[in-house]
Nanobody, 127 residues
């Protein structure tokens, strides 16, 4: 069964950048849509961006703290990796970041649609 492991989190100053990685094991990522989610203290988990097996992407634009234009998702199927490039980070981006996978093509960021989850990586934005 597919397993996912996130890495790349840490402490960064406001305005800085981080690149998170999501590595697949035990199974190829080729047939999966992968998405990044985050959960801040005291808040619900929210979807950020998704990428289909062919590389089409979607970014959440519904939240007032939208990551559109700052966060970019990409994937390297040959390496079994999905990335989240995060630029111009703000204190409100502080959260645990998760990657998750679902079979087939989907732009959905509904949590219930994703059956495979990583353990998460902490991102803290603070001066």
């Amino acid at each position: 069964q597919l397993q996912l492991v996130e890495s790349g989190g840490g402490l960064v100053q406001p305005g800085g950048s981080l690149r998170l990685s999501c590595e697949a094991s035990r199974e190829s990522l080729d047939g999966y849509t992968v998405a990044w989610f985050r959960q801040a203290p005291g808040k619900e988990r929210e979807g950020l961006a998704s990428i289909t097996p062919s590389g089409a992407t979607a970014t959440d634009v519904t939240d007032t703290d939208s990551v559109e234009g700052r966060f970019f998702i990409s994937r390297d199927n040959a390496k079994g990796m999905v990335y989240l490039q995060m630029n111009n980070l703000k204190s409100e981006d502080t959260a645990v970041y998760y990657c998750a996978a679902r079979t087939g093509d989907s732009f959905s960021l509904r949590i219930s649609g994703y059956g495979v989850w990583g353990q998460g990586t902490q991102v803290t934005v603070s001066s």
